[in-house]
């Protein structure tokens, strides 16, 4: 066991994994967090703390991380290298270490111009692909990117993004392999729509041999609303919905959308079950916590197992 | 070269308000190719000046000199009999031309007429692009020649993020994505393997202030 979490034993143990994300407030309302918490408890197996998402300014993502940690959830740690430099970032993988953090995502974040302080100056003194190799030698070498030893390391399950989604998509999986090459234990991938794109980015992982080596999440949204599927098409960079989503959506009485949503993602995740190469889903239902025990019944993934 | 914007008139004009008397003076090398801070840029801004203060009935008296290099001490030398007719020098060089020049006239107050703005090259007439940031480690000869620390809005080492979206970057419609391209100009030479390997975090080489000596020049720098 590299970190002994429970995602890490999830997985290990050759089960399909499932995941949640949570958002962090806005303030200082602990309560609201405890509130989504609920919703996930016993649904997921770890849930994703984002950290400033959109660059938009929140609660900390270690400090949300925590909470969940007294509501006995396991959480996912995200960090973004927008924010923070290699001191400030090393110095958070231990503080939330020691508080029990035993998962962590690295990601680039998305450019300061996205959120609600547009003037603010990018950090990205590393990039993600270095912040993943940065953690991994803390824990695997115990070193500091100084050099320095760290009296006990942490023991960290090591997680990336990738998007299969972005050109040139023949380099995708190349990119996946340098996250690889990094040291990375987890995928967890960009919301999928586009099923013929994201069999074909697992093929070519699979023939490269790089789906024996990590594990592949697969990044599952609902649609709530036609209005939301036509956002995310053309406002968040990265996400493609293709057009028969949005048309199969429009196809249902109004009332019926957000259910037709949910029923599209399970069978999203009836086919990943199936995939090899595939080794879990990471459910962002994004505001939508509360459905979570719903969809979780639905895409039938209940109980989680206790390893 | 070193590309700068002149600052807006009426921010020049208040920085001016309390003077008389003000020497202007261009610089005759990038800002002069840029078309910023040359010698007609220089005259230009005078005349607008002068009207300017004409109509507010507080007229200013201003003097106009170009000089070859405000970034060498040699060719500051030439105003020494001239800057005490003044009771400010306005500069229209670089932060670098401006700051040499109140260094040699420290009794003088200095002032800046434009904003330094980037490193770039000429697109075409009066069209400038950023292009490098004086990193101080040059990547170019593993990205294609394109920097990355420059043209990626993140400055990414191991690119392309998740945000390109068909070649654009994730940060504007009209922005290229910088290691989009690198990649298709290394796949088009034949030259992929060059990113295939993870980059190590980076040793900036730009987080204090630098001073550059070339070899064989060390003796006169002692010497003072
Ligand atoms: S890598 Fe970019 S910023 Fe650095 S020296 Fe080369 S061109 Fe300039
Ligand atoms: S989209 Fe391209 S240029 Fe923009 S931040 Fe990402 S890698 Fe850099």
């Not at chain 2, 914007?5 to 990038?30: A, S």
């Amino acid at each position: 066991m590299k970190s002994g979490s429970n995602l890490e034993k999830v997985l290990e143990a050759g089960h399909f994994a499932f995941t949640g994300e949570l958002g962090p407030p806005r303030g200082t309302n602990a309560e609201e967090v405890r509130e989504k918490a609920q919703h996930l408890k016993g649904n997921v197996d770890m849930v994703n703390i984002t950290d400033n998402q959109t660059a938009v300014v929140r609660m900390s993502s270690w400090a949300a991380c925590l909470i969940l940690i007294q509501e006995g959830l396991e959480p996912n740690f995200q960090m973004v290298c927008r924010d923070r430099n290699r001191l400030a970032m090393q110095a958070d993988i231990l503080g939330a270490y020691t508080h029990g953090v035993r998962n962590m995502l690295c990601l680039s974040g998305d450019h300061c111009m996205f959120g609600d302080h547009p003037d603010a100056m990018g950090v990205f003194d590393i990039d993600s692909i270095q912040l993943v190799n940065m953690v991994k030698t803390m824990r695997d070498e115990g070193k500091f990117q100084s050099g320095g030893d760290i009296e006990d390391p942490p023991k960290i399950f090591i997680g990336a993004a990738a998007n299969p989604f972005a050109e040139p998509y023949e380099w995708r999986v190349h990119r996946l392999a340098k996250k690889i090459n990094a040291g990375v234990d987890f995928i967890q991938t960009q919301c999928i729509y586009n099923m013929d794109r994201f069999r074909k980015w697992v093929k070519q992982a699979n023939d490269m041999g790089l789906t024996e080596k990590v594990y592949i999440l697969a990044g599952v949204t609902p649609m709530k609303n036609v209005g939301m599927a036509r956002y995310m098409q053309k406002k968040v960079p990265g996400i493609e919905v293709p057009e028969k989503v949005i048309d199969r959506l429009k196809g249902v009485g109004k009332k019926k959308v957000a259910d037709e949503g949910i029923k599209i993602a399970c069978e999203q995740i009836e086919e990943f079950k199936e995939m090899k190469g595939v080794h879990g889903v990471h459910m962002m239902a994004i505001e939508w916590e509360h459905m979570v025990p719903e969809i979780a019944e639905r895409a039938k993934v209940l109980p989680r197992p206790k390893v | 070269m070193i590309v700068v914007k002149r600052k807006p008139f009426e921010e020049i004009k208040t920085m001016l308000k309390d003077y008389k008397k003000v020497l202007t003076l261009g610089c005759g090398t990038c800002v002069a190719v840029c078309l910023a801070g040359g010698e007609k840029e220089v005259g230009i801004l005078n005349a607008e000046l002068s009207m300017a203060r004409k109509i507010d009935g507080n007229p200013i008296d201003l003097g106009a000199t170009t000089l070859e290099r405000q970034c060498d001490m040699e060719f500051l030398d030439e105003l020494e009999n001239v800057v005490d007719e003044y009771e400010a020098l306005l500069s229209m060089a670089c932060g670098a031309g401006i700051q040499f020049l109140a260094e040699r006239y420290p009794n003088k107050p200095v002032l800046p007429a434009v904003d330094t703005t980037f490193i770039g090259a000429n697109r075409d007439v009066g069209w400038y692009e950023e292009k490098c940031r004086s990193c101080g480690s040059c990547v170019l000869g593993w990205t294609g020649g394109i920097c990355p620390v420059t043209m990626c809005a993140k400055g990414l080492y191991n690119g392309p993020c998740g945000g390109t979206d068909n070649g654009k970057c994730e940060i504007h419609q009209d922005q290229p994505c910088a290691w989009f391209m690198i990649y298709e100009r290394l796949a088009a030479q034949g030259r992929l393997d060059l990113i295939m390997e993870f980059q190590p975090i980076t040793a900036w080489q730009n987080q204090k202030p630098r001073t550059l000596v070339q070899p064989g020049y060390e003796k006169q720098k002692e010497a003072g």
